[in-house]
């Protein structure tokens, strides 16, 4: 737990670091201080602004080094040595900063200094997450000790589904730690969000009842009532959360300088933020239809050359590892101009690609039934509807309702063109996201605006802030702090675990020798129903493949596939 903790100040304290040089710039800006002024905390700002930032040059540099602590520890050094230099073109404001009072009242510090424990907590136990057993655990060892390998998605296909999420835990993996679950990095992003929203929700409550106090406290609610939010991602490698709480920050900018009649700047921040959702996850491509929205209200051609540019920049190592690690610059997508020999058989990526596809329609369905079952373009939604869980089912309903709600019902003091043209953004977000992939925790970072923010808006007048937040937090706050205690009973039957972390398993495993290469394969374990690779040593496969080659004499050659004779080995591979 300790251990866990002081990887959490780690982490921390290089994002804060790597967020300084934005800081400088925003603090020469008068037109982006909304940023640092309304809610967002120097602490929360610096924190985001580092971990974007460190993305966007692990995302180039992965795909020439791998991504060890070491190099992070240098560069940062180097990082800190020019901010020194600067230090007096930003003094002044962290001073200012600082003494800007937050006045947090009691039941809300008790509640954050609860819920911060709790994902400590989380943090410290074994990972339960699926996934992360099943790829990231591997991806992030091939990140950390070679970087982008040609053709390693032949291994596996969702070695190709790759996250810049990945990156950073490859950055921030301390070898010095013996025990590792890797959690680290997710446990430090679901403070700092919490913190985020917290900080948005107090900034409101002290402006005489604004809308956004229940917005953000609602918010709140919701991300610690469903699992798949703050306490899956506290305690898993999850790469789904980071793509929400992107999502929100930006949307809910947009919607604030609409509600708060705000004189429209452009804001390069903003663009920043929206298009390093899209390396988190593919899924977060529906960003861009908010985004160039928000980019018509401009008639500036160097506005759009501004953000044409960041996009280049920010897209580009996406594109590029992928096409390494694939053959396909957008993988799961098959469409590509060229074919490296390293690439992933068409076939199998076609198979791959409409598995994805389908696993997110028939929702919580056995993978037989995905496969075999013959999909139009509507008869899934019955399947997709009973698959989804309740809360999920109450949020889509929520967003219809509010989005007629918020149509058809005057709200006073907002400017309604612009109000429209956001919901009908967030709208094609979801139709977007609904004809696609539509798994749940991939929408949260619009349904949930679209479900709660209407509604505050129409009933915030009709709360008393004071009583009904503070009341809220003091019932929460034992909740909270039994659920930590009756998690925390592997800590307190193993002493060792208050110091360190409860380590990932790992299977036993045999090596397999394919057309003069060893591979290793794990067994089953804790009664799985497949292999899972978890962190044993590369390359892993979760099962024999007779096609399976290695390009070269060692590992960094990367891996290819000879042409597959038998169609029964692609439609029966366990993708």
Known sequence: MLQQLLHILIVSIICFIWGLPAFIYLTKNEKENFWLSKGMGIGVFLFFTGFITLSFFSSWVVLFLPLRFEYLLIATFLLTLYCVTQFSAFKKKISILIKTKSRFKFPAILFLISTILLFIVLGTLKPV???TQLYHLQIIKW??????????????????LGSGLFNLISLFHIPIFENQNFSYLNTTLTIWFLIWLINKWNYYKNKSNNPFSLFFFLLLLYFLFDWQLFRDTANSTSYDFIVTSLSIIALTYIFE???????LH????????????????LSGIFILIPLILYLIQYRSIKVWIYSALTGILILTPLLIKNYINTGYPLFPSTFSITHPDWMLPASMAEQFQEYVLNANKFYNQNIG???NYKKTAFNWIPF???????????????????????????IKNINAKKNKLFILSLWLMMTGWFI????????YGFLLILAFLPISLLVYKFISPDKIYHIGFLLLTPILLYYTYKKSEPILKENKYFLSVINNDLPPYHTSNLNG??????????????????????????????????????????????????????YNYNY
């Open 129 to 131: 997450n699926i996934d």
């Open 143 to 160: 990140t950390n000790e070679y970087g982008a390998i040609p053709g390693v998605a032949n291994l596996y296909p969702r070695l190709g």
């Open 257 to 263: 300088t609409i509600l708060n009649k705000d004189k």
């Open 266 to 281: 452009f804001s390069l921040y903003l663009i920043i933020i929206s298009l390093s959702i899209i390396p988190f996850k």
């Open 369 to 371: 039934f995905i496969l």
């Open 384 to 410: 997709w509807w009973m698959g989804i869980l309740i809360q999920h089912k109450i949020l889509l309903l929520l967003s219809i309702l509010s989005f007629s709600l918020f149509l058809f019902t005057p």
């Open 436 to 443: 696609t992939a539509p798994d749940p925790r991939f929408a």
């Open 517 to 570: 290469a060893n591979f290793y394969i794990p067994e089953k374990i804790n009664e799985n129903w497949n292999n899972r690779c978890f962190f044993i040593p590369l390359p892993c496969i979760c099962e024999s493949n007779p096609y399976l080659t290695q390009r070269g004499s060692s590992i960094k050659s990367g891996y290819r596939m000879n042409p597959i004779t038998d169609s029964n080995f692609i």
